[in-house]
């Protein structure tokens, strides 16, 4: 067969398309049917970590705004430098501007499940798969390795951009043109507006790696007029040519992406994650050696109670980390089916037909990712570029899915080769529906930290006692609530301490900030003098709690009593009361010192990036606002520039003369302003490009 020929066949036809498009989406409606008809997440991040972000992207969209600060979290933290809140990603700009959240949530799952089968089928085909082992190798991917963490948003929407990528980087290497490397940047900087730059970080090394080793192959990157003598050192310069196309295309896309990338390198270097901080551990999440035995023990040993829950097997000799794991972060499953194609590989007859592949490459990536994964590496690697920015090396077995997933539909083409017409079909579509079934049952079982319920929590939040009742002080007196589950009391529309995030200000993980949710035993009064000295520095005003034996303080008075129909189906708590407590002489969120120079406070504006209130003072003295000081943050009095002083980061401070007097606090950080100028001129640029190349666009 000739080299055109072959070419042709890697290429779908239109009919192809438009099968890929439609089964793609149907396989994201089955697996995903509770969304489709009206249901939603609950468990892991969902409710703690992405709907309280949505939940205020949504609202600053309804009003025209960028949503650039959280004001519900703690004493708010910048949200569009915390970066997996993703608000210039293009499909939540979208969906949350037109529907309500939990929707918006569920349909951008179903979105991105049928456009990662679609981009992980269309680049099968570019590695030679046939168009059924391309779909057959894109079930094991998309639906082996992702549904296992639907729990976290950035991983399904990573499981998009990786293929897509990948293939970006066939048809550059394929055809070197202006239009395919702006093509190729492009991907990689929406990628990286989704926000979650681990998956990014992954995409991009992949890129690379996968560059580097099959440049060789390229017929127009190797100059065919060498001596023999000459092909060796001629293919190593390939490899640093297609690695130096690679490398400039990620350059543009970290410049498209500055909007998003200016403000999270800030927020790091001011957040635990600076270096300085225990509580960051980039070998956190990591894949224990003996958790690969799930890839061949999965049914009949690996989904045993014993193995799910025990921690024995992270004491091997050389083989433990000192950091902590999890079963989501570790988990990766293939299948039985793709596992036998993949033993088929021990066969010389089997390597032989598939010399002319590319499984070599995929192999090696394969390997390398799920060494990478066991953290032996972490404390080397956490020095490079990249590296040290994140936590969970057990993510770098998607690397390993893929390149695996792709190997088994090699090896399945190969096994069928003899088998022609409808004999060929049914073979490959029954495989594939048995390894859905087994992925699937996979992920689901011990260890998904999430489920799909019929009827979402956040249905409940217009008949929530809770909410009505916390809303209604809030319209009186700012209202900050301090509650388990972190970042849970956000969804009732105030402030709620403490915070859970991966990225956040520094000044969060001090002893200052440290909080007590619930007492240690019954008998002991709740909170103690102690965490109330907290609370009140704070400026926490209601506290809530969910046993009814609790030992409350003296400083607590019962505001009311009962289920709630948001909360108690949040935490699974079927009827049980909730309890809620207003302390009686709370700080309130604007004071003074000395506190007797306040005559009167008035607050009249309350946004997250800008509050504004007069204070009527009978002496000069320093106004106080209990919000965390982030660079950003400006003053006026009266409309004048005035001087910004903080108190250990947990209070806006500035000094006011005796009278009545208008104190604007505004955010308006620069770190956003140069990141957009910065992805503004990148984007004119390439756009400028894409004109100028506009002759050389070819049907994808």
């Avoid at 409606?29 to 205020?56: E, H, I, R, S």
């Avoid at 025990?310 to 433990?320: A, D, G, N």
Wanted: hydrophobic residues 45%; glycine residues 8%; contains cysteine.
């Amino acid at each position: 067969m000739s080299p055109s020929a072959t070419h042709d066949l890697r290429i779908p036809s239109w009919t192809e398309w438009l099968i890929a498009v439609v089964l793609s989406g149907c396989l994201s409606a089955f697996v995903w049917k509770g969304l489709l008809f009206g249901g939603g997440l609950v468990g892991g991040d969902t409710y703690p970590y992405f709907f309280p972000q949505k939940q205020l992207l949504a609202d600053s969209l309804t009003r025209g705004e960028i949503p650039l600060w959280h004001d519900r979290t703690s004493l708010g933290y910048p949200l569009h430098a915390e970066s997996q809140a993703g608000i210039f990603y293009p499909s939540n700009q979208l969906l949350y501007r037109l529907v309500e959240i939990n929707t918006a949530y569920s349909f951008s799952v179903l979105l991105h499940y049928a456009a990662a089968f679609l981009m992980t089928w269309r680049f099968g085909r570019s590695q030679s798969l046939s168009n059924l082992s391309a779909f057959f190798a894109a079930i094991i991917f998309v639906y082996g390795w992702f549904p296992v963490r639907v729990s976290l948003e950035w991983s399904i929407i990573g499981g998009v951009w990786f293929p897509l990528c990948l293939w970006m980087v066939e048809r550059l290497l394929e055809k070197p043109s202006p239009w395919r490397w702006t093509l190729l940047a492009m991907s990689l900087g929406v990628h990286l507006l989704a926000g979650h730059f681990a998956l990014a970080f992954i995409t991009q090394l992949t890129c690379l790696a996968f560059a580097f080793l099959t440049s060789p192959s390229s017929a127009v990157l190797t100059d065919l007029s060498l001596s023999p003598t000459g092909l060796g050192s001629s293919r190593w310069l390939n490899r640093w040519k297609a690695s130096a196309l690679g490398i400039g295309a990620i350059v543009a896309a970290v410049l498209l992406a500055a909007v998003q990338l200016v403000p999270t390198l800030e927020l790091r270097q001011l957040s635990q994650r600076d270096g300085v901080h225990t509580v960051f551990n980039p070998a956190y999440g990591h894949m224990p050696p003996v958790y690969l035995t799930q890839l061949v023990a999965s049914w009949w040993y690996w989904h045993t109670p014993e193995m799910a829950m025990s921690r024995e097997m992270l004491k091997y000799p050389f083989l433990q980390s000192p950091a902590e794991t999890n079963p989501v972060e570790a988990h990766l499953y293939l299948g039985l089916i793709p596992l036998l194609l993949l033993i088929s590989l021990a066969s010389a007859n089997v390597r032989r037909l598939l010399k002319n592949s590319a499984w070599k490459t995929w192999v090696v990536l394969s390997v390398a990712g799920i060494i990478y994964a066991f953290g032996w590496l972490v404390p080397v690697f956490r020095y490079l570029p990249g590296f040290g920015f994140f936590m969970g090396p057990g993510r770098y077995t998607m690397i390993s899915a893929m390149g695996l997933a792709i190997v088994a539909g090699l090896a399945l083409d190969v096994l069928l080769r003899r088998r022609k017409g409808l004999t060929r079909s049914l073979i490959v579509m029954t495989f594939a529906a048995i390894t859905l079934c087994d992925v699937l049952a996979s992920s689901q079982y011990p260890v998904c930290d999430a489920q799909v319920v019929a009827t979402p929590p956040l249905a409940g939040l217009k008949d929530s006692w809770l909410a009505e009742t916390l809303q209604a002080e809030d319209g009186e007196s700012p209202v900050r609530l301090l509650s388990g589950g972190p970042n849970i009391g956000n969804l009732f529309g105030v402030s709620s301490v403490p915070q859970y995030l991966g990225l956040g200000p520094a000044e969060y993980f001090s002893d200052d900030a440290a909080l007590q949710t619930q007492p240690a035993s019954p008998e002991i009064r709740f909170p103690s003098d102690e965490q109330l000295a907290r609370l009140k520095a704070l400026a926490v005003t209601h506290i809530l709690v969910t046993e009814s034996n609790t030992l409350m303080s003296d400083e607590c008075e019962l505001v009311g009593s009962g289920p709630d129909s948001f909360l108690n189906r949040v935490w699974a708590r079927g009827n049980a009361d909730c309890f809620l407590y207003r302390l009686k002489n709370p700080k309130r969120r604007i004071t003074t010192s000395p506190a007797t120079a306040l005559n009167t406070v008035n607050i009249v504006k309350r946004d997250p990036s800008e509050v504004e209130f007069q204070v009527d003072l009978n002496s000069a003295a320093v106004v106080e606002l209990t919000e965390l000081m982030f660079p950003g943050w400006s003053v006026t009095v009266d409309s004048q520039e005035a001087v910004s002083e903080t108190n250990s980061g947990f209070g806006r401070l500035v000094k006011v003369d005796a009278g009545l007097h208008t104190v604007r606090w505004t955010y308006r950080p620069r770190s956003f302003q140069a990141g957009l100028l910065i992805s503004v001129v990148a984007a004119i640029a390439m756009g400028l490009l894409c004109v100028r190349v506009r002759r050389s666009f070819r049907r994808i």
